[in-house]
């Protein structure tokens, strides 16, 4: 049977405000579970788009990941991006965001904005989108023209282009170099696509980004090596990061952390006995790869 569409009317649903409490959130539970079932479908398309987007943004030290949407799909995308900074260490200038309507439509809809076509075209363009840069494009129907309109001026521009929709056979899939195709189906309220696809939208972007940070050496085994210590709980994170991969004690991942100025990959060799010096040469010697610079330590 062909998968319906986002904007498609389910019978199953036609008496949903009649149902009881219960019955209500587990046929919602049932559609969000039947679109994360077809992640798994998408997941080789998605490791494909993640070594592209680290090979991408590798080659320079300036290359940006930007993300383009609008309502739910554009605040999703600006969700992602922004967890980047303090669980990756990712710069926050190697970062943005295009969302139809601009920062406002964050916290309010911005009536007509996902329409604007020339919007999208234009605020691409204004980003000075190039050849260094990975774009991720997302749209539940993939059909809107603000993103779609993103995502050709940012491949026009020479930029990697990654496009996550919810519609086989949409536009914005075409449009980009790499497509994620998730067929979330039908809501469970007809249209209302910050329930299921929005879900799922969450999920491939999760998988997608963390995946790419992965390959850019910003962790190491399920440790955040390069999480951001600003507050008092990062930082007791770290110090039980550092006894646990490098068998010291708290005082002396304390002491390590002090002495790396709260860099925990640098702490991490220091508590292994190599000196910031050489703890930081390693690193670079190794495009912060952690794992290999601790082997090359030994």
């Known amino acids: 049977m062909t998968p319906m569409n986002t904007e498609d009317f389910d019978a199953r649903y036609h008496d949903l405000d009649a149902r009881s409490n ?108 190039g050849t260094d840069d990975a774009l991720i494009a997302i749209s539940a129907s993939g059909t809107t023209p603000y993103t779609l309109a993103v995502c050709e001026a940012a491949r026009d521009a020479g930029a990697l282009t990654i496009a996550i929709a919810n519609n086989a056979s949409a536009p914005l899939l075409d449009a980009a170099e790499h497509a994620i195709a998730v067929q979330s189906g039908a809501e469970p309220i007809g249209g209302s696509t910050r329930m299921t696809a929005g879900t799922v939208q969450k999920v491939t972007l999760n998988l997608l980004s963390t995946l790419t940070m992965i390959r850019l050496n910003r962790t190491y085994g399920g440790y955040m090596v390069d999480v951001l210590l600003t507050n008092d709980k990062l930082k007791q994170r770290a110090v039980r990061m550092i006894c646990e991969i490098t068998g010291t004690d708290t005082d002396g991942a304390r002491a390590a952390l002090v002495a790396a100025h709260d860099n925990t990959k640098l702490a991490i060799l220091i508590a292994k006995g190599i000196g910031l010096d050489d703890a930081t040469a390693l690193l670079a010697r190794h495009d912060g790869n952690l794992r290999q610079a601790l082997a090359a330590g030994d």
């Open 22 to 129: 219960g019955e209500i959130i587990s046929l919602i539970l049932d559609a969000q579970a039947a679109g994360l079932a077809a992640t798994r479908d998408v997941t080789d398309a998605i490791a494909t788009a993640a070594s592209a987007i680290a090979g991408r943004l590798a080659a320079t030290s300036t290359g940006r990941l930007i993300y383009a949407g609008a309502g739910t799909s554009g605040r999703l995308g600006v969700l992602d991006g922004a967890e980047l900074i303090p669980t990756f260490g990712w710069p926050p200038e190697r970062g943005g965001f295009l969302i139809a309507g601009g920062l406002e439509a964050l916290i309010k809809p911005i009536e007509g904005a996902e329409d604007g076509a020339g919007a999208g075209a234009a605020e691409a363009t204004a980003l000075k989108l």
